[in-house]
């Protein structure tokens, strides 16, 4: 039997998916640097149509004709555009941290806005010590080695896309998840503390045909997402 095909999506660097190894082991996986980051050329402007266009790109350099897209966090603006722009390459879509927009104000935001203002506040003292910052409030994900490597690889201003401004970027999901009409798994990180349980909640309810999962740790990071995206790959290939 063939094996299954996934293509992890970044928001800032592949070094994001430290469960890839795990993926190895049963799947045809494949990741990739957004643009400016490590050797990659860079672009006038970062953000999820550059990320998305390199993941086309990596497509078509492996000449894979249909896999599965994952995402995690931020990655997801890109991952579905990628996934909008090639339809017909899309088995399926796995989304950690799963919410439909990346909003702090309003009656129901999807990220903490304290959270998200301490890390601007950092980055702009130090991209050093914002980057350190961020893997004690992942709870460990990131040991001190891979934070240095990310340090080498992701310059300071392509992380300035998500720490500069003090707003999150956003992109509506909803209407081109609508348009995609695929098998989803929503993954929810349990007691996150960037990312809500209302943006979570929202999003579920707006797909319930997803199927979902809750892990403890980031999903990107995390052997129990690497379990759920086996099961659910293998979902994929039962008739129907």
């Known amino acids: 039997m063939a094996r299954p095909r996934l293509l992890l ?17 049963w799947a045809e996986v494949a990741s990739f640097d957004p643009p400016g980051v490590g050797g990659e050329p860079g672009v006038t402007e970062f953000g999820p149509e550059a990320v998305s266009e390199r993941g086309l790109e990596e497509l078509d350099r492996r000449g894979w004709e249909r896999c599965v897209v994952v995402a995690d966090e931020f990655g997801a603006m890109a991952a579905v555009r990628l996934m909008s722009a090639r339809p017909e390459a899309t088995a399926g879509f796995a ?26 506040q950092l980055y702009k003292a130090s991209w050093t010590t914002a980057l350190r910052s961020y893997a004690q409030a992942t709870r460990g994900a990131y040991g001190d080695l891979q934070v240095e490597e990310f340090l080498q690889r992701v310059p300071r201003d ?33 007691g996150c503390l960037g990312h809500t349980t209302e943006g979570y909640e929202d999003a579920v309810a707006a797909f319930p ?20 995206l ?9 008739p129907r």
């Open 230 to 238: 086996h099961d659910f790959c293998g979902e994929l290939e039962r």
């Open 209 to 228: 045909a997803a199927r979902t999962a809750a892990v403890a740790e980031k999903p990107s990071t995390s052997p129990a997402f690497a379990e759920a």
């Open 158 to 190: 392509v992380a300035g896309y998500l720490f500069a401004s003090g707003r999150p970027p956003n992109e509506p999901l909803e209407q081109r998840l609508r348009g995609l009409d695929v098998p989803m798994l929503f993954v929810r990180h349990q």
């Open 9 to 25: 999506v970044p928001a800032l660097t592949e070094l994001e998916w430290a469960i890839k190894p795990l993926l190895e082991e």
């Open 95 to 120: 989304f950690g941290h799963a919410c439909l927009e990346n909003t702090v104000d309003g009656e129901r935001p999807t990220l903490a806005k304290e959270i998200l203002a301490a890390m601007t």
